[in-house]
């Protein structure tokens, strides 16, 4: 986020159009207050989808919900919805890192974990005492404390604007926190963020495979022969996930593939 934008991260990653903050919760208005305007809100299609998207109930296993909130307020900022897209609140990503976090990856099953605990150079990677549950549970709550008492009010409360800025501290490490580095604990938000919002749905992200549909990419039919080669040629096909090949569900889907490959290598070979 320092040196690449958020617009430009989406840009590079296939979706078009400027990024924008989802629509934040509205509070009860005084009794006193004028009545709302009888005109309807204006949608979009991508507000539409993404109103879909959140239909479903989940279970958060693992975040409180002082936690899940701070989740759900950073990834809408990290990726948020735009006209094109919805972003990474509307696909799930709170639900995908909270499931992350509640299984073996969370629980440091396959860290490390014998020391010694010292500070080392960027080559050598993660050397904090702390597993991903621990990294979470004390930057979420040393972030709301510094926000707390410098804004008065925590994460998730704050506006978009104070959002990007406590990011942005978090990310370059201006802003101290007790006991875990402040960039470690972004480098963790962000790159899950990332992950929550390409990775196959059936890991609780992605849903309805938006991220996947944003760039273009087809999914598990993994048989690219015969176009991998064509570049800067536009691949369009429903993409497929895990769950879809699993349950026998996709496989119109599959056969629109193959003959998309097959139509395109035929292309090429005649070319």
Known sequence: MSELSRNDFLKLTGIAGTATALSRVTRPAPADAAPPPTHPPKTTAASKKAKNLRSEPLAFTFLTVPEQAFVEAAIDRLIPRDASSPGAKDAGVAYFIDQ??????????????????????????????????????????????????????????????????????????????????????????????????????????????????AIGFPGVAAAYVGVIEKYNTPYRVEPVGIADVEQGIARDDMDAHRRRVAQMYRGSREA
């Open 100 to 213: 992350q976090l509640a299984g073996a990856w969370g629980s440091g099953a396959r860290q490390y974990r014998q020391g010694p605990w010292q500070q080392g150079t960027p080559e050598q990677g993660f050397q904090l005492n702390m597993i991903p549950q621990q990294i979470y549970r004390v930057g979420i709550a040393a972030t709301n404390a510094y926000c707390t008492k410098k804004y008065g009010k925590t994460f998730d409360a704050l506006s978009p604007a104070l959002q990007d800025e406590v990011l942005h501290g978090l990310e370059k490490g201006t802003i101290e926190l007790e006991e875990v580095p402040s960039k470690t604990f972004f480098q963790f938000l962000f790159g899950n963020t990332v992950e929550g919002f390409f990775a196959d749905p059936i890991y609780g992200g992605n849903r309805d495979k938006v991220g996947w549909k």
